[in-house]
């Protein structure tokens, strides 16, 4: 049985970093493609980053780039998500997925919470 667990989430002031990290179990990352999403109170869940295991490509939202990095640790089963540079507006759930073509997520994780203070 597959499982996505993250970790990592907690309060954090704006303008800091924050690193979560999402352990799968019960399947190979080879050709999988990982990705990170978030929901904000009263918003719909969005896009936030991919990678790809097979070849190591990444897609960001406009909203975090330059400031978030995916990557991925094939050895630990491990796919993180280093936020730098945090805002108001990162304050979320966040959600890694295993996910299809087109960026659609197949799979979630159970979430983990960010909370940025300003």
């Known amino acids: 049985q597959v499982q996505l667990v993250e970790s990592g989430g907690g309060l954090v002031q704006a303008g800091g970093s924050l690193r979560l990290s999402c352990v799968v179990s019960g399947r190979t990352l080879r050709s999988t493609i990982m990705g990170w999403f978030r929901q904000a109170p009263g918003k719909e869940r969005e896009f936030v980053a991919v990678f790809t295991w097979n070849g190591g490509s990444t897609a960001y939202a406009d909203s975090v780039k330059g400031r978030f990095t995916i990557s991925g640790d094939n050895a630990k089963n491990t796919v993180y998500l280093q936020m730098n540079s945090v805002k108001d507006e990162d304050t979320a759930v966040y959600y890694c997925?295993?996910?299809?073509?087109?960026?659609?997520?197949?799979?979630w994780g159970q979430g983990t919470q960010v909370t940025v203070s300003s």
């Open positions: 997925a295993l996910v299809g073509s087109g960026y659609v997520p197949f799979y």
